[in-house]
């Protein structure tokens, strides 16, 4: 290999050329292998001694013979593309230009094998290093890498895979005595690892570099097992596990070329769902934006619906997300939790797109495993007051994350203006809500003009109502949001203290299919268009609202007057008044409560919040 590039350089060097050019089919030396590294970018200039460095751990763009003869004669090589002739290539020479980065690649040698020889007879005993290497040397074994600590209790060698059999023999051969005597212990073999490299003349006297390495990785869960650095300092190469591989590539392109960008790996269920595919939409569609302005770069690992999952150590792209009925394997949600917990990755983040009590059963689960949650699911924050606080202890025990503004109100900042006003000091006197886009798009429309069971049934073929409207018409939903409210301020209230007046007969509700609903629905005609006519004489409005004041939580049909706030409202908003010691003439919050744009974005915006947080750690 590489054959052509040093006769090259070769002819190059005995011309006394002006420049050697080495034609490919990159567009230069990359910062890293951009099969494993997509985020790589070519080089404009290397020295000399970088592009060795480079070279001689993966970066087979150049064979590492073909720069001395150039070296030796002080004649740039320039790396060009065959395929992109006009693109500038990379030049290497004496002394490159300077750039803005410390460090000028990193690159990898995919399968090691570590040897380690130590032993108590070998502290202070001259010599054991040159016996070592002059023994592999006469079986023509070569030495990867050599780390020895100062205590020089041990040395470890680093050789490729097939040479590791023979190279414990021959140390052993050589040791015997010391084997026999127990001042050597046998020679221990440790597989499958890799090594990983950064190189960069700019490394020299910048204090640091070895600490945002370690950093990195150590943030990510990658362990370092071997570590050696030259008097040079032009390279710093650790070992690691061969599986850890592309991701301490990645981890360590990011950190040195693109600090000031933090990856946060997200897993979202519910992916194939009307919320869960509005938002993967989004995410997409918004990436390059986001990490541009806010330094965020949202990669996702892990998607799963009802029926498959797909799970991956390197981000999936949005094609393969859309082909995971295809190409995923069957759902199992614990194998998909495990999965996701042994991914080594910092400051992970679970979304939870359904509206399922199995998934939200897992959340006290992945807090304990340091995983934050964002979710639309206000299944879990309507369960026991016990379990609404165990939750955030869990959380606040393991500093993560729990984000669920969407509970409420779609994308309407409801609950982070709770917070604010209860972190400010401000009380909360009471307040009185339309939580339910499908309840307010029937009373907003019920006018007299039209039956109110036609207008049931109007909202159903538009969607606004859950496939069988009695879901929505019971109200239990907006007493779950109700109860929600009320905690967030601090009352510590069960579902059983939410007084539900239905404004239906039971005979409605109990009901063994959706058509046998509206056959009963319709004989309450006569009975809302009564209740419609003596508001319109009174110059009132039905509408159905959650409210909540002096200890008391309900949720009714209630008749309210051109003064209220909730005299106008129109179509499906949502409207929340807060009555507090500062507002005394209520603070209103309204707007869409409802649909896949406005809750996907609400989720996203709770997203980006967490996602700020963890770049600033």
Not at 307 to 314: Q, R, S, V
Not at 343 to 351: A, C, R, V
Request: glycine share 6%; proline share 4%; charged share 25%.
């Amino acid at each position: 290999r590489g054959g052509s590039d040093f006769t090259a350089s070769i002819f190059g060097a005995a011309l006394d050329a002006d420049e050697i050019q080495i034609w490919t089919d990159v567009n230069g030396v990359m910062t890293s292998n951009p099969v494993k590294v997509p985020a790589a970018f070519p080089l404009k200039t290397l020295s000399y001694e970088e592009a060795m460095e480079l070279s001689h751990f993966g970066a087979k763009v150049l064979h590492p013979p073909t720069i001395q003869p150039a070296l030796e004669q002080n004649i740039s090589l320039k790396i060009m593309n065959t395929f992109k002739q006009d693109f500038p290539g990379t030049i290497i020479q004496k002394e490159p230009e300077a750039n803005n980065f410390i460090i000028k690649g990193i690159s990898s040698i995919q399968d090691i094998t570590l040897l380690r020889i130590q032993g108590s007879g070998m502290i202070g005993v001259p010599g054991i290093a040159s016996r070592i290497f002059s023994t592999l040397a006469r079986e023509q074994i070569n030495i990867i890498l050599i780390t020895q600590a100062s205590s020089e209790h041990s040395i470890c060698v680093a050789v490729v895979p097939e040479k590791a059999a023979a190279a414990k023999k021959m140390i052993e051969a050589e040791f015997e005595l010391e084997l026999r005597a127990r001042m050597v212990d046998p020679v221990i073999i440790e597989k499958d690892l890799s090594i990983i490299a950064i190189v960069g003349n700019n490394m020299r006297h910048t204090p640091g570099i070895a600490g945002r390495m370690f950093s990195a990785l150590g943030a990510n869960g990658i362990n370092v097992i071997a570590i050696a650095q030259g008097s040079s300092e032009l390279n710093i190469s650790v070992v690691i596990s061969r599986r850890d591989e592309t991701r301490a590539l990645n981890v360590l392109h990011q950190a040195f070329f693109f600090p000031k960008i933090k990856t946060v790996p997200l897993f979202i269920v519910g992916a194939t769902g009307l919320i869960g595919s509005t938002l993967l939409k989004q995410l997409f569609e918004q990436r390059k934006a986001l990490m541009k302005k806010s330094g965020i770069d949202f990669q996702i690992h892990a998607v799963a619906d009802i029926n498959k999952m797909m799970i991956a150590e390197k981000a999936l792209e949005y094609s393969q997300i859309q082909k995971l009925s295809e190409a995923g394997e069957t759902t199992d949600m614990s194998k998909f939790i495990r999965q996701i917990q042994s991914l080594k990755f910092s400051g992970k983040i679970f979304i939870d797109c359904t509206a399922s009590e199995n998934i939200s059963a897992c959340y006290e689960e992945l807090f304990d495993a340091g995983i934050s949650v964002v979710t639309p699911n206000k299944l879990a924050n309507t369960g026991s007051w016990d379990r609404y606080q165990e939750m955030r202890r869990i959380a606040e025990k393991r500093d993560v994350h729990f984000m669920y503004e969407t509970n409420i109100g779609a994308g309407l900042p409801v609950i982070s203006t709770i917070r604010d006003l209860v972190s400010t000091g401000d009380k909360i006197v009471k307040f009185e809500a339309i939580l339910s886009g499908t309840l307010a798009y029937i009373f907003n429309t019920f006018s007299g003009s039209m039956r109110f069971s036609d207008v049931v049934k109007d909202a159903k073929a538009k969607g606004y109502t859950e496939p069988d409207p009695r879901i929505d018409l019971k109200g239990t939903d907006v007493a779950r949001k109700l109860l929600l409210l009320v905690r967030e301020i601090g009352m510590p209230l069960e579902m059983t203290d939410i007084n539900v007046e239905q404004f239906l007969p039971e005979s409605c509700l109990s009901t063994s299919s959706v058509n046998d609903f509206f056959a009963e629905l319709k004989k309450e005609d006569d009975h809302f268009a009564e209740l419609q006519h003596r508001c319109c004489e009174e110059g009132t409005v039905l509408r159905h609202i959650a409210s909540f004041e002096n200890g008391s939580a309900e949720v009714a049909l209630k008749e309210v007057d051109g003064s209220h706030p909730f005299y106008m409202l129109s179509g499906s908003d949502n409207i929340i008044a807060f009555t507090t010691k500062r507002y005394p003439n209520p603070l209103v919050i309204k707007g869409a409560g409802a649909g896949a744009e406005v809750t996907a974005a609400g989720v996203f915006a709770d997203l980006i919040k967490v996602g700020l947080v963890i770049r600033d750690k």
